[in-house]
């Protein structure tokens, strides 16, 4: 496979573009709501602006700090597995099977 850095970097770039284009049209949706001055609008502005804040953190987080959660986990199970066979005893004394176990 890719090394881990190329592979989180490649596939946040991918998904960067579907997250942003569907935060927006949320964030564009909800914008009328977030400015009505009308009947209802004691309750749609806090909704709207919770919402919409809530999408802008998401998207962030998502974004950045997700891929950057991945590789550091991925990164110490990669230095863990390598530590563990760095240390498995080599087996040097046993036979072969001369014929398919199944």
């Known amino acids: 496979g890719r090394p881990l850095r190329e592979a989180v970097?490649?596939?946040?770039?991918?998904?960067m573009r579907p997250v942003l284009m569907t935060a927006a049209?949320?964030?564009?949706?909800?914008?009328?709501?977030?400015?009505?001055?009308?009947?209802?609008?004691?309750?749609?502005?806090?909704?709207?602006?919770v919402v919409v804040g809530g999408l802008v953190t998401a998207t962030l987080l998502t974004l950045l700090l997700l891929p950057a959660l991945y590789h550091a986990i991925e990164a110490r199970v990669e230095r863990a597995a390598a530590r563990r066979a760095a240390q498995a005893p080599l087996d040097h004394d046993h036979d072969p099977a001369s014929e398919p176990l199944a």
């Open 9 to 15: 970097l490649e596939g946040a770039a991918g998904r």
């Open 25 to 49: 049209v949320a964030a564009f949706g909800l914008t009328p709501a977030m400015l009505a001055t009308g009947l209802g609008s004691d309750v749609q502005r806090p909704l709207a602006t």
